[in-house]
């Protein structure tokens, strides 16, 4: 699973001899994260994002560990044992805010992350499976995060689950015994609160295992790089330990710096007033927002306002909310077969014009969504999400495989090292006596 | 045959939201929403410079002690304050003595211990603020049936908290006659207050503080104007909301500077360890 020229482990202490004869942990790590593994030597800083994501993990589940500790699962009592944890547990405070902007940084990082992917062509083979399992990663990421928004049972934490059960009420017939099972009664309470925190504590160990498999089938073909190009000899690629290691223990510096700007000095920046308000089912917030982080596919579940009806008979085939939540689910899932969507055989987006115009319209769009996905449900929040939302849809399904079929790409570059090398403005031949007296 | 099906959903869920958009747009351009009197006259918090703005914000004890008075003498008659205990109140620099007093001027609920019926005992440093009335029926009875919510995190449980408590107590005034001009419906029902930074603009509670030394400062402090008041409670229910503010801060110049550090060594060893290699 890895190129010939890969360094090979070989244990010199007697102790790591020993270990590794009995079981070869050091060698797996060595082989994924070390100098075992060569990486493409152009990755740019968008590769630092990978990295990051799994020290974000890392970090939730560290502080979330701890605070399970303290918190206590109880609808009774789940609103004031938060408070508990933030004036009478030592540095209580900082393990609830860590954790709670974790989650706001943990998401930037995959958003920028799925960006990348998207940007350069990632998800293209042979790396479809990498894609997938990154998807399903997303898709355990959102379950995790809203079912600990609930845990505090603030307002918005009642509401909010109020709301996204809601969603699976929405399908015909079967849609509200749904809600009620999921719930564990007809509105949240008691039973929902601890089957949240259950799966609260239960789903990031899932999203680990995941992580494993997803950087498992990473390692099979390799690292993509911003070239799209393969990597054709030792030449292309340096090991992972210590090139990358460096280079992602700057990112983490940065990383850590904007984290802890957050956590001390904007704790609650991210957050929505109403969750320090306990959860109170006689009491309906003026306006229901999930975190920021689904305001986007939020915006999308609310755009649909128009029920599907055949025309001039009034009969509605599909009820508007059902549409809306259809839709919510198909942005999500629609990833899922992007491999297979765009089937231009150039990856990076470096080299594809037309696409990139299409690309930097989607940024803004997902942004336009979030905007209105935060925003009351209003006008003219709700007609620009519509217009924002169809964009979305056409640009992955109509858009994408139209501009595979048009587009001329611009010329590639012959291997990683030629585009490295034309950036200094050398030829490979040229730069051969060069590298090595650098080397 | 997954481009031509996604395709098909992708043409179905986009001019669904297209013709979405255009029957909304005729809807709205047929007849735009009315306005209403909350939309238009709807005032948002103005900004008082705290002294616990910025990261390098502190709470200033005096003022935190005058707000402390403020909501005892005025606000406790029906506002709690569960969250917070009496122990905590050191921050605002009393000692122990003061402490063991104003825990002890309060009742908190107990149970005789002769009899086992329902009782109450003065307080102690340990417990918390006690409730005002014993259950929410009793609070909204003796209120026109609005709550009186309690105060513990409000200054965090509001946008811009600790402003909009300060612009809230000094906002009451009579509804203007503008208003009732656009919107002859809207005007503040019997029993309600008009207030512009409450969000729908009429609320149940009374203005608190209506004059100039209701609340009678000790020697050196301010002089206790409506303003200087409400200023002085909001800046005590940020203290209450977010007591370890203080400590939160120092401890973030202190990450900061470290991480930076760190990061500018993690820098250098980034950029020695690539020397030389071209990418």
């Given at each position: 699973?890895?190129?010939?020229?890969?360094e090979?482990?070989?244990?010199?202490?007697p102790?790591?001899?020993w270990?590794?004869?009995?079981?070869?942990?050091p060698r797996?790590?060595?082989n994924?994260?070390?100098a075992?593994?060569?990486?493409?030597?152009?990755?740019?800083f968008?590769?630092?994002?990978?990295?990051?994501?799994?020290?974000a993990?890392?970090?939730?589940?560290?502080?979330?560990?701890?605070?399970?500790?303290?918190?206590?699962?109880?609808?009774g009592?789940?609103?004031?044992?938060?408070?508990?944890?933030m004036?009478?547990v030592?540095?209580?405070?900082?393990?609830?805010?860590?954790?709670?902007?974790?989650?706001?940084?943990?998401?930037?990082?995959?958003y920028?992350?799925?960006?990348?992917?998207?940007?350069?062509?990632?998800?293209?083979?042979?790396?479809?499976?990498?894609?997938?399992?990154?998807?399903?990663?997303?898709?355990l990421?959102?379950?995790?995060?809203f079912m600990g928004?609930v845990?505090?049972?603030?307002?918005m934490?009642?509401?909010?689950?109020?709301?996204?059960?809601?969603l699976?009420?929405a399908?015909?017939?079967?849609?509200e015994p749904?809600q009620?099972?999921?719930?564990?009664g007809f509105?949240?309470?008691n039973?929902?609160?601890?089957?949240?925190?259950?799966?609260?504590?239960?789903?990031?160990?899932?999203?680990?295992?995941?992580?494993?498999?997803?950087?498992?089938a990473?390692?099979?073909?390799?690292?993509?790089n911003?070239?799209?190009?393969e990597?054709?000899?030792?030449q292309?690629?340096?090991?992972?330990?210590?090139?990358?290691t460096?280079k992602?223990?700057?990112?983490?510096?940065?990383?850590?710096?904007?984290f802890a700007?957050l956590?001390?000095?904007?704790?609650?920046?991210?957050?929505?007033?109403?969750?320090?308000?306990?959860?109170?089912?006689m009491?309906?917030p003026?306006h229901?927002v999930?975190?920021?982080?689904?305001?986007?596919f939020?915006?999308?579940?609310?755009?649909?306002?128009m029920?599907?009806?055949?025309?001039f008979?009034?009969?509605?085939?599909?009820?508007a909310?059902?549409?809306?939540?259809?839709?919510?689910?198909?942005?999500?899932?629609?990833?899922?077969?992007?491999p297979?969507?765009?089937?231009s055989?150039?990856?990076?987006?470096k080299?594809?014009?037309?696409?990139r115009?299409?690309?930097?319209?989607?940024?803004?769009d997902?942004?336009?969504?979030g905007?209105?996905g935060?925003?009351?449900?209003?006008?003219?929040?709700?007609?620009?999400?519509q217009?924002a939302a169809?964009?979305?849809?056409?640009?992955?399904?109509?858009?994408?495989?139209?501009?595979?079929s048009?587009?001329?790409p611009?010329?590639?570059p012959?291997?990683i090292?030629?585009?490295?090398?034309?950036?200094?403005?050398?030829t490979v031949?040229?730069?051969?006596?060069?590298?090595?007296?650098a080397? | 045959?997954?481009?031509?099906?996604?395709a098909?959903v992708?043409?179905?869920?986009?001019?669904?939201?297209?013709?979405?958009?255009?029957?909304?747009?005729?809807a709205?351009?047929?007849s735009?929403?009315?306005?209403?009197a909350?939309?238009?006259?709807?005032?948002h918090?103005?900004?008082?410079?705290?002294?616990?703005?910025?990261?390098?914000?502190?709470?200033?004890?005096?003022q935190?002690?005058?707000?402390?008075?403020?909501y005892?003498?005025?606000?406790s008659?029906?506002h709690?304050l569960?969250q917070?205990?009496?122990?905590?109140?050191a921050?605002?620099?009393?000692?122990?003595?003061?402490i063991?007093?104003?825990?002890k001027?309060?009742?908190?609920?107990?149970?005789?211990p002769?009899?086992?019926?329902p009782?109450?005992?003065p307080?102690?440093p340990?417990?918390?603020?006690?409730?005002?009335?014993?259950?929410?029926?009793?609070?909204?009875?003796?209120?026109?049936n609005?709550i009186p919510?309690?105060?513990?995190?409000m200054?965090?449980?509001?946008?811009?908290g600790?402003?909009?408590i300060?612009?809230?107590?000094?906002?009451?005034r009579?509804q203007?006659a503008?208003?009732?001009?656009?919107?002859?419906?809207?005007?503040?029902?019997e029993?309600?207050?008009?207030?512009?930074?409450?969000?729908?603009?009429?609320?149940?509670?009374?203005p608190?503080?209506?004059?100039?030394?209701?609340v009678?400062?000790?020697?050196?402090?301010p002089?206790?104007?409506v303003?200087?008041?409400?200023?002085?409670?909001?800046a005590f229910l940020m203290?209450?909301?977010?007591?370890?503010?203080?400590?939160?801060?120092?401890?973030?110049?202190?990450v900061?500077?470290?991480?930076?550090?760190?990061?500018?060594l993690?820098?250098?060893?980034?950029?020695?360890?690539?020397?030389g290699?071209?990418?």
């Amino acid at each position: 699973m890895s190129f010939p020229w890969a360094e090979h482990y070989t244990p010199k202490n007697p102790l790591m001899k020993w270990v590794d004869e009995k079981l070869p942990l050091p060698r797996l790590v060595y082989n994924a994260v070390g100098a075992g593994y060569p990486v493409p030597r152009n990755l740019n800083f968008f590769w630092n994002f990978g990295v990051l994501a799994g020290l974000a993990l890392t970090i939730q589940l560290v502080t979330g560990i701890i605070l399970a500790m303290h918190y206590a699962a109880n609808a009774g009592i789940a609103f004031d044992s938060v408070e508990h944890i933030m004036r009478d547990v030592n540095a209580g405070w900082l393990l609830r805010y860590a954790h709670a902007n974790g989650a706001s940084i943990f998401f930037i990082v995959v958003y920028i992350h799925i960006f990348r992917g998207l940007y350069f062509g990632s998800y293209k083979a042979p790396r479809e499976m990498v894609w997938l399992l990154g998807v399903v990663i997303f898709l355990l990421m959102m379950a995790t995060a809203f079912m600990g928004y609930v845990l505090p049972w603030g307002q918005m934490s009642f509401w909010g689950a109020q709301v996204i059960t809601g969603l699976f009420a929405a399908i015909p017939v079967v849609g509200e015994p749904i809600q009620t099972w999921l719930l564990g009664g007809f509105a949240p309470g008691n039973a929902a609160l601890n089957r949240f925190f259950s799966l609260h504590y239960l789903l990031p160990f899932v999203i680990a295992g995941v992580i494993i498999l997803h950087i498992w089938a990473l390692h099979i073909p390799g690292s993509s790089n911003p070239t799209g190009v393969e990597v054709k000899g030792p030449q292309d690629t340096v090991p992972f330990h210590p090139y990358y290691t460096a280079k992602d223990g700057f990112g983490a510096g940065v990383f850590m710096i904007v984290f802890a700007l957050l956590v001390f000095f904007g704790p609650n920046m991210l957050g929505h007033p109403d969750n320090y308000i306990a959860a109170n089912p006689m009491s309906t917030p003026a306006h229901i927002v999930p975190e920021w982080y689904f305001w986007p596919f939020y915006a999308i579940l609310r755009a649909f306002t128009m029920d599907l009806t055949i025309p001039f008979t009034g009969i509605v085939l599909v009820p508007a909310k059902l549409l809306g939540v259809l839709a919510m689910f198909a942005s999500i899932l629609l990833l899922f077969f992007l491999p297979w969507i765009d089937t231009s055989p150039v990856r990076s987006g470096k080299y594809r014009p037309l696409f990139r115009k299409f690309f930097i319209l989607l940024i803004v769009d997902v942004l336009i969504l979030g905007y209105c996905g935060g925003a009351p449900a209003e006008e003219p929040y709700v007609m620009i999400s519509q217009l924002a939302a169809a964009y979305y849809f056409a640009h992955f399904l109509i858009i994408l495989p139209l501009i595979a079929s048009f587009e001329r790409p611009d010329p590639l570059p012959g291997s990683i090292t030629e585009a490295v090398l034309a950036k200094s403005g050398l030829t490979v031949d040229e730069a051969k006596p060069v590298a090595a007296a650098a080397e | 045959m997954v481009r031509i099906l996604g395709a098909l959903v992708g043409i179905f869920f986009a001019g669904m939201m297209l013709l979405s958009f255009l029957w909304g747009a005729i809807a709205y351009v047929g007849s735009p929403p009315a306005a209403t009197a909350e939309h238009e006259f709807h005032e948002h918090p103005t900004k008082v410079a705290w002294t616990f703005d910025g990261p390098f914000g502190y709470y200033d004890k005096a003022q935190l002690q005058r707000g402390f008075q403020v909501y005892t003498e005025v606000c406790s008659a029906c506002h709690s304050l569960h969250q917070v205990a009496f122990r905590s109140l050191a921050a605002l620099g009393y000692n122990e003595a003061e402490i063991k007093a104003i825990a002890k001027a309060r009742q908190v609920p107990s149970v005789d211990p002769n009899t086992g019926e329902p009782a109450t005992r003065p307080g102690m440093p340990a417990d918390h603020f006690p409730a005002v009335y014993p259950n929410d029926v009793a609070a909204a009875a003796a209120n026109n049936n609005a709550i009186p919510p309690d105060l513990s995190l409000m200054a965090k449980a509001r946008h811009d908290g600790a402003n909009y408590i300060h612009s809230l107590l000094t906002g009451f005034r009579n509804q203007p006659a503008e208003l009732l001009k656009k919107f002859p419906d809207s005007r503040t029902p019997e029993g309600l207050h008009y207030n512009p930074y409450f969000a729908n603009l009429n609320l149940a509670m009374a203005p608190p503080l209506t004059a100039e030394g209701q609340v009678t400062y000790g020697e050196g402090q301010p002089k206790p104007t409506v303003d200087q008041m409400s200023q002085d409670v909001a800046a005590f229910l940020m203290w209450t909301a977010e007591p370890n503010m203080e400590a939160r801060k120092a401890t973030g110049r202190a990450v900061i500077i470290f991480l930076l550090f760190a990061t500018v060594l993690a820098y250098l060893s980034y950029r020695n360890i690539w020397a030389g290699k071209a990418h």
